[in-house]
């Protein structure tokens, strides 16, 4: 078992710069992967980034490449994400989330993070 908390969302301007903690806890943690996830009122769940444990490879979405940065402390089991020259449509419910060794998917979930980008 793992928890996922997350912390650090918030009311921002466009333009603004927010950065996002997950930390995990658990009896052992070694996942294969940590990823961030978002849901916009009324939108299907959409990724964000991720990040593989092993070697620190990053991958990023599409909408948030070149503006959003996944990093991690493996020291304290924690995952950020600094998110910079936040938009309007970056509005959303972040979510951490962890996939273990062996798994196909993302199989443990943090309850998440509203972030607001006012314009």
């Not at 997350?6 to 950065?19: A, D, K, M, N, R």
């Not at 961030?36 to 939108?43: G, L, N, S, T, V």
């Not at 989330?97 to 998917?105: D, I, K, L, N, Q």
């Amino acid at each position: 078992q793992v928890d996922l908390v997350e912390s650090g969302g918030g009311i921002v301007q466009t333009g603004g710069s927010l950065t996002l903690t997950c930390t995990a806890s658990g009896r052992t943690f070694s996942p294969a992967a940590m990823a961030w996830f978002r849901q916009a009122p009324q939108k299907e769940r959409q990724f964000v980034a991720v990040m593989v444990w092993s070697d620190g490879a990053t991958y990023y979405g599409d909408s948030v490449l070149g503006r959003f940065t996944i990093s991690r402390d493996s020291a304290n089991n924690t995952v950020y994400l600094q998110m910079n020259r936040l938009k309007p449509e970056d509005t959303a419910h972040y979510f951490c989330a962890s996939r273990g060794a062996g798994e196909a998917s993302f199989n443990f979930w943090g309850q998440g993070t509203a972030v607001t980008v006012t314009s």
